[in-house]
Structure formats: C-alpha cells, structure tokens
C-alpha cells in the first residue's frame, strides 16, 4: 500500500525535473512584455514599437527578419496570455540577476518613449519587477535613469 502512494506522489504529484529554457523561449517572453508596454497606456504610438524593434535587434543580436518574427510571435503570445507569470517564470529559470534588471530598463525605456509616463505603464514595471524579484531599491534606480534621459 505504501509503495501505491509513493508511486503515485512520484508520478503525479513531485516535482518534475525543469525544462531547459532556450534562448529562444527567453526573447519571446521579453518582447511580449515589452509589447504589453506598449499597449497599457491604450494608444500605440510608432515610436514605441521602433524602441521595441531596435532594442530586441540589439540586446538578442537578430537580424532585421528575426526582429520582425520575433515581435509578431510576441505580439500573439501576448494576446493569448492571461498573466505575466508565464512570460517571468521563464526569465526567472534563464536570466540572471543583471539580465533581468536589463528588462526592467527596457520597460521603462518603452514607458518613456512617448515622453509621458502613465500610471498603468508604472504599475505594469513594478508588477513585473515584483515577479522577477527586483529589489525595490533597483527598481526605483531603473528608473531614475530612464527618466533622466
């Protein structure tokens, strides 16, 4: 009877081994919060989506091609989401502590780039700093940073 529970806890109910996240994995979360960025504020403006566009190019190294694919795959994974955790539970297993502190400024360089910080584009910083466990003192000095620009 004991080896019954214990192969169905073992089976069913421990927990499983992780799954390698790939490079790939980690782009398309980030570009879907960058694109969720974009959209708190409910008025997309180009200049948001080409800070988007230049910045996935630079920081995950993608050509022109993949920049747009990657944004497009983002864009759906976006809309099919129902919360953020599926997009930091995923940045949290692969980036590291400064990797994850990039995001944040890139949050926040989305948020700026129309030149008005909306309250919804904040606590959308904050709640994403909050998942990938930012220090408050970080967050707050991500974004002193941006907003000295």
Not at 72 to 93: E, G, M, W
Request: glycine letters at 2%.
């Amino acid at each position: 009877m004991l080896n019954q529970i214990k192969s169905f806890f073992d089976q069913h109910i421990a927990p499983r081994e992780s799954v390698q996240v790939t490079d790939a994995d980690l782009h398309l979360a980030c570009a879907a919060l960058l694109i969720e960025m974009m959209h708190m504020d409910d008025a997309v403006r180009p200049e948001e989506n080409a800070v988007i566009l230049c910045r996935i190019k630079e920081h995950f190294e993608l050509s022109d091609d993949a920049a747009n694919t990657l944004m497009v795959l983002a864009a759906a994974q976006r809309t099919q989401a129902t919360d953020y955790y599926q997009f930091t539970s995923l940045i949290n297993r692969g980036f590291s502590y400064t990797q994850k502190i990039t995001l944040i400024q890139l949050l926040w360089e989305v948020a700026f780039s129309d030149g008005e910080l909306d309250i919804y584009e904040e606590h959308l910083v904050r709640k994403i700093a909050d998942l990938l466990h930012i220090s408050h003192m970080d967050f707050i000095k991500t974004k002193h940073q941006e907003d000295s620009r």
